[in-house]
């Protein structure tokens, strides 16, 4: 069954500070191209492109410009992405009240809830809790526990 990959999850393949994550972003995308299993929505790729190109303290961006834009358009070459519609923004409003979410992980869970995917990789969820027909998964976990909140929340 194909999962949705949050946008966490591509940011953190690109995010020397947190090479765990980084490293666990990786395999998880290139298992994901491989058995084709993975889908991003619009909404990861807009806010992947804002993530990776906004300067960070100390560090600046994680792309430059020129790195940024080409990511991103490998990102729409290697994923299936999925697109909004009306139906879709109605079931993240409901989500919104279903769920208390906030409204960009409201409208991301929709994404999953709408197109019949039943996992969502994220850590700005609860891990292993089931919204509607979906669960979800933090790939960040480890046995010691969560790494830390996510950087990337509300991109």
């Known amino acids: 069954m194909a999962a949705l990959v949050d946008t966490n999850v591509l940011v953190y393949r690109h995010d020397p ?16 191209i491989e058995d084709q299993s993975a889908r991003i929505a619009h909404q990861a790729v807009v806010e992947f492109m804002a993530a990776v190109s906004r300067p960070l303290p100390d560090l600046g961006p994680l792309l430059t410009p ?8 490998e990102l729409l070459r290697l994923f299936p992405v999925l697109y909004p519609d009306a139906h879709l923004v109605r ?13 960009w992980d409201a409208h991301m869970w929709a994404y999953a809830e709408v197109h019949g995917l039943d996992t969502l990789y994220s850590e700005d969820f609860q891990d292993g809790r089931w919204y ?18 996510s950087a990337w929340s509300g991109t």
């Open 132 to 149: 509607g027909s979906v669960r979800v998964v933090n790939p960040f976990l480890t046995d010691e526990g969560d790494e830390g909140k």
């Open 17 to 32: 500070r947190y090479p765990v994550k980084r490293a666990r972003a990786e395999a998880l995308l290139r298992k994901g």
């Open 66 to 73: 020129l790195d940024a834009r080409r990511e991103t358009e």
């Open 91 to 103: 079931v993240a409003l409901q989500g919104m009240a279903a769920y208390e979410l906030s409204w």
